[in-house]
Each structure stands twice: as structure tokens, then as C-alpha cells.
């Protein structure tokens, strides 16, 4: 892709990374993005070693170890209760595990493509796509050589490719709130209950993350995200154990998501177009990796352009080469969402289960994950 210009259609965490890795092998890159400016909700997003390295290798390490904060451990603990089951260590992790507001994660990756040459137009929305892989935009038409859309869940590419499938409302609401919090151990702490869970974590010295899953049947509203009164969510909650109910109740603004989800898609490209990230395989929160694979999603296909022979050879090796990992990651995504909602008895077991693991070998859960957080995706 050498000189080659490759437009971009969507200004996330992975259209940005895909268009600083056609950036640096020499392509012609220009992102267009609907939203006016670069927005990025109020909350946290954890970024595991296998983000990392790829941001790493493109350059971004100093920007991550000023933007962001280490990980120390996993806690799963019992929700109502308030006991902590077990500690599982990311001390141990190279690159780091580590914490990072949004907004800064993804600004520093859009300061990055910048500064390899890539230019990033707000205000433009893609209304459909040719055959020849031109751009119908509401600034006019925007040829290009390849068009790649990290354009999300809701990706309007995915179906010009052939996917059929609407995404699906999963039953599972998220609220995401952030809060001032002094001195909170740099660790992400799983509150299990019943058919809920919420996750802490924190962004800073004295800011906290929180998400707030909980199960539903419906999703009413229009759109799939809105502001919400915190006190659903606490209603949700109220039964928690103090320490929780406290966290929950020093949240005074809050955001509603709709968790979607699509089957990983069947066709992924065209001639010159091809999707990635979650317009291509949304994955439900509860193993931290959407965005993660989005970033791994995006270096592999500017290696696979650049290495190739031709385009229709490099976007066939991108989709045969990410698919399975991808899909791996999702089906261990969908196991959590079960395994942190039990109740009853199967609760008790698992919950004896996890103290046992944490006591005898505290290192084998993160030993289940080493082909997902070990792998690397710039090899
Ligand atoms: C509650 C919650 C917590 C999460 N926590 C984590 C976590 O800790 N770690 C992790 O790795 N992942 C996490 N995820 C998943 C992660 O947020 C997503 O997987 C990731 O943001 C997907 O990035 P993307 O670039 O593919 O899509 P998006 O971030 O959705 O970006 C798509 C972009 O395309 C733009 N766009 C869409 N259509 C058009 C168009 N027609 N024209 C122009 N622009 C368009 C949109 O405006 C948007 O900016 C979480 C998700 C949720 C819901």
C-alpha cells in the first residue's frame, strides 16, 4: 500500500491504530468520522498486554506510560458478601496491564497518526460505499484505494459486505460512571452477585472506574446508549455489600449502554473493503478485549497489505488469520458473562472454586490466558 491511499471510516480505538499502521508503511491515510469532534465517553477501558505490544511497536510507549496506570491484579470477590475469593497477579505481565481513561487512550493514538501523516476529518459521515470502493459522503465522493471501516457495532459496512445479521440486544445492561476516589489500589476487582456484577478499577490516583452490569429482557430506548439517574443503577444494586453500596452511592452521573452483540461476521472484505474490530466481531466487555483486538485487528491488516502480493491475497490472509482468535476471545467472553451472574448453589461451588484456585495455584488463571494476552500480533 506503498503511496497508496487508504481511507479510514470511523475515528475509534480501531480505525485510529489501523490508520497510524498504514501510516508508518508508507500509505496515504485520511480518516473520516462522523462524530464532530474527537469524543470519547467518561469512562475507563483496560488495555491488556496484547494491546499493548502492538501499540508499543507502533511507537506509542512513551505516550502509554504517562497516559495510564499498571494493573496489579485481578480480585474477583463476592459481591454481597464484600470477601475478596481470590488475587490473581499481573505483576508478572511484559508489556504491562494497564488502566487508562478513554478519552486519553484514544487521543494519544490519533496523535500518533498525526504525526505520521495521517489526516483525521470530524463531521463526515459515510452514507454508502461503491462497488469500486468509493466513499458516498456528505462532503461529496472520497475515492481511495482501500477503505477500511472500524466503524462499530452498528457498522453499516458489514452489511454492504453481505452480513445479514442485526446486531442483537444480549439481556445485559452496563452503566459506566466515574468517581473521585483517593488512594484505590491499582487492581481490577470483580463484585459478583446474582445475575450482576460490577467492575472497579482505577484511572488515576484519585479517580475510580465503575461498571455496572446487570441483566435484562428488554432494550426500549432508542439507541443502544444514554445518560441515566444513577439511582437505577443503585436500585439495582441495593442489596451489595457496604463497601460496594458506598463505591455505587459517590456516583452522580451515569451512562446506560445496551450490550449488542452480532456473530462474528462471515465476509469481511471485498475488493477494496474490509472491516475490522466491532463491525467485524463485537465481543461482550467481560474479558476486557474489544478494543484489544480492534488494536491487534488493525496492525495485522497493514502487515498483511504490506507483506502480500496483492490486496485480494492480503485481505484474504486477514480474515483467515484473525478469525479464530477472535472468535476464541468472544466464546471466553460469553463463558465470564455466565460465570460472574450465578446464583444458588452453583454460585457457592464456583465461588469455593475460585478461592481454591487463588489459594493452591495462583498462577494457573493467568496461565489459561497466556494465548490471549501473550500473543504477538506484530510477529
Ligand atoms: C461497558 C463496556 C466496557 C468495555 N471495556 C473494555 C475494556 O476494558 N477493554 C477492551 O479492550 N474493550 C472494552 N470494551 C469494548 C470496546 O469498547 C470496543 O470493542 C471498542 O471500542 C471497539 O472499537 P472500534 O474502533 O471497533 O469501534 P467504535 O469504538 O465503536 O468506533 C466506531 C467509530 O465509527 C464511527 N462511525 C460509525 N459509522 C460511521 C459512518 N457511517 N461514517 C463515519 N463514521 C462512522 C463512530 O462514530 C465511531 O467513532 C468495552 C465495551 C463496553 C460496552
Same mark, same amino acid.
Given at each position: 500500500?506503498? !503511496? ?16 497510524? +499502521? ?9 480518516? *473520516? ?15 491488556? @498486554? ?7 511497536? =507502533? ?13 496489579? $491484579? ?6 454481597? %458478601? ?39 476529518? *470530524? ?12 466513499? !458516498? ?8 484505494? =482501500? ?7 452498528? %457498522? ?8 445479514? &445479521? ?14 473521585? +476516589? ?5 487492581? +481490577?476487582?470483580?463484585?459478583? #452477585? ?8 482505577? =484511572? ?30 443503585? #436500585? ?26 452480532? @456473530? ?5 472484505? &471485498? ?7 466491532? $463491525? ?20 495485522? =491488516? ?7 502480493? !496483492?490486496?485480494?491475497?492480503?485481505? $484474504? ?9 477472535? %472468535? ?14 450465578? %446464583? ?36
Amino acid at each position: 500500500m506503498r !503511496n497508496k491511499r487508504v481511507v479510514v471510516v470511523g475515528a475509534g480505538i480501531g480505525g485510529l491504530t489501523t490508520a497510524l +499502521a498504514f501510516a508508518q508503511r508508507g500509505a496515504v491515510v485520511h480518516v *473520516y468520522e462522523q462524530a464532530s469532534a474527537l469524543k470519547e465517553t467518561g469512562a475507563g477501558i483496560q488495555v491488556a @498486554p496484547n494491546g499493548n505490544r502492538v501499540l508499543a511497536a =507502533l511507537g506509542l510507549n512513551y505516550a502509554i506510560n504517562h497516559s495510564s496506570i499498571i494493573a496489579h $491484579a485481578v480480585v474477583p470477590t463476592d459481591g454481597l %458478601s464484600g470477601k475478596v475469593l481470590a488475587r490473581f497477579d499481573l505483576t508478572g505481565q511484559k508489556p504491562q496491564y494497564r488502566f487508562f481513561h478513554r478519552a486519553a487512550l484514544v487521543a494519544l493514538i490519533a496523535q500518533g497518526a498525526n504525526a505520521a501523516g495521517v489526516v483525521i476529518k *470530524y463531521g463526515v459521515r459515510v452514507k454508502s460505499i461503491s462497488e469500486n470502493g468509493s466513499l !458516498n459522503t456528505n462532503i461529496g465522493e472520497i475515492p481511495c484505494d =482501500l477503505c477500511v471501516c472500524a466503524d462499530g457495532i452498528h %457498522s453499516a459496512s458489514r452489511i454492504f459486505l453481505g452480513n445479514i &445479521s442485526k446486531p442483537e440486544f444480549t439481556g445485559q445492561v452496563a452503566w459506566r460512571a466515574i468517581i473521585a +476516589a483517593k488512594g484505590v489500589e491499582p487492581v +481490577a476487582r470483580i463484585w459478583m #452477585a446474582p445475575n450482576r456484577h460490577v467492575v472497579t478499577y482505577p =484511572l488515576t490516583e484519585d479517580t475510580l472506574n465503575i461498571v455496572a452490569v446487570q441483566e435484562r429482557e428488554t432494550w426500549a430506548e432508542e439507541g443502544w446508549m444514554h445518560a441515566d439517574d444513577p439511582n437505577n443503577m443503585r #436500585a439495582a444494586f441495593n442489596d451489595v455489600c457496604p463497601e460496594l453500596l458506598k463505591i455505587l452511592g459517590d456516583v452522580d452521573k451515569t451512562y446506560l449502554w445496551g450490550l449488542f452483540r452480532h @456473530p462474528v461476521a462471515k465476509y469481511w472484505h &471485498s475488493d477494496r473493503l474490509v472491516i475490522l474490530g466491532d $463491525a467485524a466481531h463485537p465481543t461482550l466487555p467481560f474479558l476486557a478485549q474489544g478494543a484489544n483486538l480492534a488494536i491487534e485487528d488493525g496492525y495485522v =491488516l497493514a502487515r498483511c497489505c504490506d507483506e502480500a502480493d !496483492n490486496l485480494d491475497t492480503a485481505l $484474504a490472509l486477514f480474515q483467515k488469520e484473525r478469525t479464530k482468535r477472535v %472468535s476464541r476471545a468472544i466464546a471466553v467472553a460469553n463463558d465470564n458473562a455466565r460465570n460472574y451472574h450465578l %446464583s444458588g448453589i452453583k454460585r457457592r461451588v464456583a465461588h469455593i472454586g475460585l478461592k481454591t484456585l487463588g489459594t493452591l495455584a495462583p498462577t494457573a488463571f493467568l496461565k489459561r490466558l497466556d494465548w490471549l494476552y501473550g500473543f504477538d500480533a506484530t510477529k
